[in-house]
């Protein structure tokens, strides 16, 4: 039977609840406990696919075309696993299964309530993922924070659990806040005493606290959240902030978490190998030259919107023995002031992620252009890609008003347009090219000599595409589109020979970049960003 290790958070929402379960997960599987993981959102949406990046941060992007929370992101990065759809829960998908039987007549004319049928539906969803790969223990994540009223049917559906399966079956992680009042350098509890309590409140027992911490936990500090929580000492565990995120594993395991677990379940340890891990660690704690590179967006003033582009930058930069400095522009600011583009004198690349909407698309056109007519490394993701054949067209074709039919639907040029199969759309959600797509590379390009081998596959999240009308064109005058998809019909990589790096992707190669196997296409963009800045030495 798969054992339930059960995280929740508590005082605040944004303490590392994802990094916390990605890092548990981590060291069972280094132990050899076949692991799996999945997150429990308590929103109502059925996904976050339509949540300002403002919210929510970013959307990741499964495999099977699913999008989900950026917490995903963090479990595939750690894990170096491809998860899949199934393994998200939320309240509008538990509700919509739950109202789905009940217009079926499933429950014979039964009252329908939260409890017992929406906190056995809950139940039924994790039995359910737990069978998928019949794992040893899955790890549940659950989102938002302890005394949320969206919370309470998850938090009881997981009560109910620990009752029906048993204590060494289900077991209870709280993420927490201990903050420390500057002015006298003192870590304070409170927060997490009253943030048990609540969880108390509902029937729940933690059976190990993380105490999220600028440094680490002192000893008096932990002897106390011991006494008022009810745990041991060697369950309270310090999370303090460190350099890498990818650090936490190694915290928690000088902290004997891994071993803690294993004895609280009934599991046994089969190896311990952690070495991988330790020695890229201390790797990327070696380095000490960077390389600047500019990310021009529309949600800069809250990283999470583009944390997959910050890691796989950061992947393909340590494997070559540097690190990143990201300087953040506002597209938005180039519009205004185009004289803020001289600040991208100071930088060794520029890279356009993906986006939405008008807001901003002027000043990443601007940025896309300085890149080209200046020789700086460029990298374009999904909207970078689009926008990058809209200032070509522009400025290279001299067709002044080209543009996205997304962003002018009176345009004369119309280089990028709707996908034929998303024009009668009329759901957003869950509609657009989603997933994991193969493409086919053209020998002898750029491209193939960044993947060197013709079949990839990558995944998508758009809806528009390069207009097919224009695709012969944009390549007589210059630009190569070096990848393609469905039998030809659909551009996917486009480079400009000449230039000293000029690559976008309609694709997000960021979603399969890993720490110890950074993405091809990241790879050869750090790369070449190093080079320009060895020649400006």
Not at 222 to 239: P, T
Not at 432 to 444: A, F, Q, S, T, V
Request: glycine share 8%.
């Amino acid at each position: 039977m798969t054992k339930f290790i059960i995280v929740t958070g508590g005082v605040l929402s944004g303490l590392g609840k994802g990094v916390t379960s990605a890092a548990l997960d981590l060291l069972l599987k280094s132990k050899g406990v076949s692991v799996d993981i999945c997150k429990v959102d308590p929103y109502l949406n059925v996904d976050p696919g339509l949540m300002n990046p403002y919210q929510h941060g970013e959307v990741w992007v499964t495999k099977d075309g699913y999008e989900a929370d950026l917490d995903f992101g963090h479990y595939e990065r750690f894990l170096d696993v491809e998860i899949t759809r199934d393994h998200n829960i939320t309240t509008g998908r538990v509700y919509l299964s739950v109202l789905e039987k009940e217009r079926k007549g499933e429950y014979l004319g039964q009252t329908v309530q939260v409890i017992p049928h929406i906190t056995d539906e809950i139940k039924k969803q994790l039995q359910r993922i737990a069978r998928i790969n019949n794992s040893e223990v899955l790890l549940v994540e659950i989102g938002g924070t302890t005394g949320d009223i969206e919370s309470m049917p998850f938090l009881e559906a997981l009560r109910q659990m620990r009752m029906e399966l048993g204590k060494e079956n289900v077991l209870f992680v709280h993420v927490t806040l201990v903050p420390t009042l500057e002015a006298v350098g003192e870590q304070k509890t409170k927060p997490t005493q009253h943030s048990v309590k609540e969880l108390r409140g509902l029937g729940i027992q933690p059976d190990i606290i993380v105490c999220r911490t600028k440094k680490p936990l002192k000893e008096d500090t932990r002897a106390k959240i011991s006494l008022f929580c009810d745990v041991g000492k060697l369950d309270v565990i310090s999370n303090h902030d460190v350099d890498f995120v990818y650090e936490v594993p190694l915290i928690m395991e000088e902290q004997g978490v891994g071993d803690n677990i294993l004895a609280k379940l009934n599991l046994r340890e089969r190896r311990r190998d952690l070495k991988k891990w330790r020695d890229f660690i201390n790797k990327v704690k070696g380095i000490d030259k960077k390389v600047n590179i500019a990310v021009v967006g529309k949600y800069v003033e809250l990283r999470d919107s583009y944390i997959s582009i910050v890691e796989a930058l950061r992947h393909a930069a340590w494997s070559m023995g540097r690190d990143v400095n990201i300087l953040w522009f506002e597209a938005e600011d180039f519009e205004e002031n185009k004289e803020k583009l001289k600040e991208l004198s100071d930088v060794q690349g520029i890279l356009v992620p993906g986006g939405f909407g008008k807001r901003g698309s002027e000043g990443k056109i601007l940025a896309i252009k300085y890149a080209r007519e200046n020789n700086v490394p460029y990298l374009g993701i999904c909207f970078g890609f689009q926008l990058a054949v809209v200032e070509f067209a522009r400025n290279v074709m001299k067709k002044d008003k080209a543009n996205s039919a997304e962003l002018d639907h009176d345009t004369p040029y119309p280089v990028i347009d709707i996908l034929p199969e998303q024009k009668d759309i009329e759901q957003l959600g869950g509609t657009m090219r989603l997933g994991e797509i193969p493409l086919k590379i053209e020998e002898g390009t750029i491209a193939y000599r960044i993947y060197s081998k013709r079949n990839v596959r990558e995944r998508h999240r758009h809806r528009y595409e390069v207009n097919p009308e224009f695709i012969e064109e944009i390549e007589k005058y210059g630009i190569k589109f070096s990848a393609r998809s469905d039998k030809g019909r659909r551009m996917e990589i486009l480079e400009l020979p000449g230039h000293i790096h000029f690559i976008a992707t309609q694709f997000h190669p960021e979603f399969k970049s890993r720490p110890l196997k950074p993405a091809p296409v990241f790879f050869s963009f750090v790369k070449a960003v190093i080079e320009k800045g060895e020649e400006n030495v």
